[in-house]
C-alpha cells in the first residue's frame, strides 16, 4: 500500500510539474503580456523597457522559468491588481477559497446523496416508469447549461419568489463571527445559529444549481454499474443459496458497483471548479470560481498563476484520495 501512494504521489508532482510549465510558456504568450497588464494602455516604450528589465523578461527562457517557480514555491505570484487591486495573490487566493470549498462540499453531497440511491433503486427496477423518468432526468441535468439553470433557479426562487437569498455568502447586516472561513462552520463553532443557517440558506440555490451535472452522472454511471453487477454469476449463486436482499445488496451488489462511481466522485469532485465559475458568477458568491472569471476578464495574470496552479493541485489531490480509497476497496489496484 505504501508503495502505490508513493508511485501516485510521484505522479502528483509531476503532473503539477508540467502544468506548471505549461502555465509559463502560456502567460509569456498572451498578447502583450504581464506588462501590459500592469502598465495599462498608457505603456509608453520607455516605461515598458524598464519594467520588462525589473521584471527579468529579457533573461533566458530556462532563467524566467526556474525564477518563477521558486517564487511558486514561496507562494510569492505578485499583487493582484484587478480581483482586489494591491493584495497579495496568494491572499486572494486564501480568501476566497473557503467559499468555493464550501459550495462545492455542499454540491457534492447533493448529487452522491441523490445520484447513488437513485442509481441504484432504478437499476433494480429496470425498464420500469421510475427508471425511464430517473434516466430522462438525469439527461436534463447534464443537458441544461448551469449558468442557465443557475438563472432560473434564482429568477423563481429569489426574486419571483422571495424564498431563498439572491446573491452573497450571508446577509450584509447579519454580525457573524469569522473563524474559519467557513461561513456554516463558523456559525456552528461560535453557536451564532442564526449566521449558521442564513449562510446555509445563501449555499441553497448555488448548490443546487452547481450539483446537477456531478448528480446525473453519479446517476447514471451507479445505474449502469449495479445493472452489471446485477447481471454476474456471483449474485445468481447468491440468490440460489438463499441469501437474504440485504446481504446480496450490501456484501455482493453495492461493495462491487461502488468501484467505478468512487472514481467517478472523485473527478466531479475535481471538476467542480468548472462549474463554479458560472455559478459564483451569477450569485456573486465571492469563491476562487468568480475570482477566476474576474482575474481573465481584467488580465489579472498574478491572480491567475495562483488560481490555476493550485486549481490543477486541488484536483491532483483529490484523484491521489481517491485512488487510495479505490485501492482500499479492491486490492487488486495496489499492484497494477
Do not use: C
Not at 445493472?227 to 440485504?246: C, I, M
Amino acid at each position: 500500500m505504501l508503495r502505490f501512494i508513493i508511485r501516485r504521489l510521484g505522479q502528483m508532482v509531476g503532473v503539477v510539474f508540467v502544468l506548471s510549465l505549461l502555465l509559463f510558456l502560456w502567460l509569456r504568450s498572451l498578447p502583450g503580456g504581464t506588462v501590459s497588464a500592469i502598465l495599462g494602455d498608457r505603456a509608453t516604450p520607455e516605461s515598458r523597457a524598464r519594467l520588462e528589465a525589473a521584471l527579468g523578461l529579457n533573461d533566458p527562457l530556462y532563467v524566467q522559468y526556474w525564477r518563477f517557480l521558486k517564487r511558486a514555491a514561496t507562494g510569492n505570484f505578485g499583487a493582484s491588481n484587478g480581483v482586489q487591486p494591491g493584495k497579495d495573490a496568494l491572499g486572494v487566493f486564501l480568501t476566497r477559497f473557503p467559499a468555493t470549498v464550501e459550495l462545492s462540499t455542499f454540491a457534492i453531497i447533493v448529487a452522491v446523496a441523490a445520484g447513488i440511491p437513485l442509481g441504484y433503486l432504478a437499476a433494480r427496477r429496470r425498464a420500469s416508469l421510475f427508471d425511464n423518468a430517473s434516466v430522462i432526468v438525469s439527461l436534463i441535468g447534464v443537458a441544461v447549461p448551469v449558468f442557465f439553470l443557475a438563472f432560473l433557479l434564482k429568477y423563481f426562487f429569489a426574486v419571483k419568489l422571495g424564498w431563498l437569498p439572491v446573491s452573497g455568502r450571508q446577509s450584509a447586516g447579519l454580525d457573524a463571527t469569522r473563524v474559519t472561513g467557513f461561513f456554516v462552520l463558523d456559525g456552528l463553532i461560535t453557536r451564532e445559529w442564526d449566521a449558521a443557517w442564513d449562510a446555509f440558506k445563501h449555499l441553497i440555490l448555488p448548490g443546487l444549481a452547481l450539483a446537477t451535472i456531478p448528480f446525473a452522472v453519479i446517476f447514471r454511471i451507479a445505474r449502469a454499474s449495479v445493472l452489471e453487477v446485477l447481471d454476474e454469476d456471483f449474485v445468481r449463486t447468491a440468490e440460489s443459496k438463499g441469501l437474504t436482499n440485504r446481504v446480496i445488496r450490501g456484501r455482493h451488489v453495492l461493495r462491487n458497483a461502488m468501484l467505478p462511481v468512487v472514481t467517478t466522485v472523485g473527478l466531479q469532485v475535481g471538476g467542480l471548479l468548472a462549474g463554479a465559475i458560472l455559478t459564483e458568477t451569477v450569485f456573486s458568491f465571492g469563491g476562487i470560481g468568480e475570482a477566476l472569471a474576474i482575474s481573465f476578464e481584467k488580465k489579472d495574470y498574478a491572480v491567475l498563476q495562483v488560481l490555476i496552479l493550485a486549481s490543477a493541485a486541488i484536483f491532483v489531490l483529490v484523484n491521489l484520495l481517491v485512488d487510495i480509497l479505490y485501492a482500499v476497496i479492491d486490492p487488486r489496484v495496489r499492484t497494477r
